[in-house]
């Protein structure tokens, strides 16, 4: 019997979740209350719209950015608008995230299957503050009923202008990134470009609107601390495969960019989008510092239990790493650092999971083998320690190089005995991941579900 080491087109969105002004109040002044107050103005009058408009297109450079229509509905028209049975998904979605949230079960990345249904759909609902959507050029704002600070309108609206603004670039055939998307690494990596974009223009508009200049050091260590949060975050989380999938992206992809622009200004901006960036680990190394996934063969990975076929196959990427290297215990900062680190070395990863044989198809149990690759033995060896130390202990763990292999299945008698294919062909391994991951997949693409420091 094995024996297991021991130690669970897209549109676009601003979510506020906290005083906006304080975010960007770090930036120049620091959250000091005796401060002057930032500049900002009523983004319900057009003359304020224009303004916006107007300093988005000179720091951000590009075409020219017109006003699109904008609407605000209520918290009630919103839940209306995505709840019921307009999100409702098909028996088979249905079966489909089910079999995904039960894999993602295994890996301790959701607490239950019901994360990726009214987990995701509630966090929306209840969080979004406005979004863009391409289809119907409308920038969409949502009023909760709770006054809102001029400055903290200002920077949203400038925000969901840099997506629309980036639509316009689609449509003119800039930074194209149709079909990008073949897993959930590229998924997400994709996302880093759109939102962190915004996050570095709507910050550089607010600059532009004082007259003042953003210090370099300032800068970054905005982001720098952002993205400590965003550990954080994702240490304490119950889900935190939701956390990575919606909030990586400001914090991750903000750093990035922001390099980006204080290199080469906003034409090193707008070079970033093409060739896009499609792994999340890139984005974790930081700028100029792009990694190209490693293919892994056919050979890489175990037969099939007995009793079992191929269900899906997918790349999960450096960040969804990060998260599975956290231990249930509080790490300390540094611990979070340090796993960072340990999963910014990736290298290229696959999922395949597996589905056993069963009367009825919605209680076929499932089982799974992920590898991962790193980029030198020694930092294998320390992701397969914290592996081994933050996955349960029915979860076999094993380096072999490079690489770590992770086995896990519902039914412990599935990876009883194991064994690479014979005769193996050496083809690469194929991504065809699950028909539907998340209810999420119908909702507003791109959503800020965050606090900036």
């Given at each position: 019997m094995l024996a297991a080491p021991r130690v669970p087109r897209p549109r676009s969105v601003s979510v506020v979740l906290g005083a906006a002004v304080c975010a960007f109040t770090l930036l120049t002044l620091g959250c000091d209350?005796?401060?002057p107050p930032l500049y900002g103005c009523d983004t319900r009058l057009e003359a304020c719209q224009?303004?916006?408009?107007?300093e988005l297109s000179r720091v951000r450079g590009g075409p020219r950015v017109d006003l699109p229509p904008i609407e605000v509905i209520s918290e009630a028209e919103l839940r209306e608008r995505y709840g019921g049975e307009t999100m409702a998904p098909t028996p088979?979605?249905?079966l489909s995230i089910e079999r995904w949230g039960r894999t993602l079960m295994l890996l301790q990345l959701v607490e239950s299957p019901a994360a990726l249904l009214s987990g995701s759909l509630e966090d929306f609902v209840t969080n979004v503050a406005?979004?863009?959507?391409?289809?119907?050029?409308?920038i969409t704002l949502i009023d909760r009923g709770v006054p809102t600070s001029?400055?903290?309108?200002t920077f949203l609206l400038a925000h969901e202008l840099t997506h629309y603004a980036q639509d316009i670039d689609t449509m003119a055939g800039f930074g194209l990134h149709e079909g990008l998307a073949r897993s959930l690494d590229n998924t997400i990596a994709l996302k880093h470009h759109g939102e962190g974009e915004a996050e570095v223009v709507a910050n550089l508009v607010m600059a532009s609107l004082r007259n003042e200049e953003i210090p370099a050091d300032v800068?970054?260590?905005y982001f720098a601390d952002w993205l400590a949060g965003f550990r954080r975050t994702v240490a304490d989380a119950s889900d935190p495969y939701l956390l990575v999938q919606s909030r990586a992206s400001y914090a991750v992809g903000g750093a990035y960019l922001t390099d980006a622009w204080l290199a080469g200004g906003a034409g090193g901006l707008r070079g970033q989008w093409s060739p896009a960036i499609l792994e999340t680990a890139s984005w974790m190394r930081g700028y100029d510092s792009r990694v190209?996934?490693?293919?892994?063969?056919?050979?890489?990975?175990?037969?099939?239990?007995?009793?079992?076929?191929?269900?899906?196959?997918?790349?999960l990427g450096g960040e969804m790493l990060f998260a599975m290297l956290l231990p249930e215990a509080a790490p300390s900062d540094a611990s979070l650092a340090a796993s960072w680190s340990d999963a910014a070395t990736w290298r290229g990863d696959h999922l395949?999971?597996?589905?056993?044989e069963a009367g009825d198809p919605a209680a076929a149990p499932v089982a799974l083998a992920y590898r991962v690759r790193a980029d030198t033995d020694a930092s294998a060896r320390a992701i397969a320690a914290r592996l081994t130390a933050a996955q349960s202990e029915l979860v076999y763990v094993q380096q072999e190089g490079r690489d770590v292999l992770l086995l896990a299945s519902e039914d412990q008698a599935a990876w009883e005995a194991w064994s690479y294919p014979l005769g193996c062909a050496g083809l690469p391994m194929g991504v065809a991941p699950a028909r539907m991951r998340s209810i999420a997949e119908r909702l507003p693409a791109r959503a800020f579900y965050g606090i900036a420091p």
């Open positions: 209350h005796d401060r224009e303004r916006v408009a107007a088979e979605e249905a406005g979004f863009y959507d391409p289809s119907t050029g409308v001029f400055e903290s309108a800068f970054r260590a190209s996934a490693e293919p892994l063969m056919e050979c890489d990975f175990p037969s099939a239990p007995q009793g079992y076929t191929a269900w899906a196959d997918d790349a395949r999971v597996y589905l056993g």
